[in-house]
């Protein structure tokens, strides 16, 4: 499988577990689409497939990124925010435990997750790091 084929199916998976929520591959949706959904998943690569060894393609591990953001008013508590994200987080979690039941993984790895609710007093959103991880 090519690591679009990876990306799009991530995005069918995670369609199915949020159901109403808009998910995407492109990154501007998370402006342009932003007040037509209340919350937007984005689905990106973040680089290229790593390999072990020079030629050994079995090792690879591809990196990539979930960006989950939901619009809120500025009145929104931090503690509101934060209920949001782990919402947030949860949904993700269930994404790579569901990879991990199917017959043929994509061996998701969820290496971080990180938020600031200093930087952006609208929105709740979560990065999500996570990898293919095939070793």
Do not use: C
Not at 46 to 59: A, H, K, V
Not at 80 to 88: G, L, W
Request: aromatic content about 8%; overall charge negative; proline content about 3%.
């Amino acid at each position: 499988m090519t690591p679009e084929q990876r990306l799009n199916t991530v995005k069918d998976n995670l369609k199915q577990i949020v159901g109403i929520h808009h998910v995407t591959r492109n990154y501007s949706d998370l402006d342009t689409e932003m007040d037509k959904h209340e919350r937007i998943y984005a689905v990106l690569s973040s680089g290229f497939p790593q390999f072990g060894s020079l030629y050994d393609t079995e090792d690879e591990v591809h990196n990539f990124m979930i960006v989950a953001q939901q619009l809120v008013n500025e009145s929104t508590t931090g503690e509101q925010k934060e209920a949001i994200e782990f919402s947030m987080l949860e949904v993700i979690k269930e994404l790579v435990a569901q990879d991990g039941e199917t017959n043929e993984p994509l061996n998701l790895e969820l290496v971080s997750a990180r938020t600031s609710r200093q930087m952006d007093p609208i929105h709740a959103w979560v990065l999500f790091e996570l990898r293919f991880n095939d070793l």
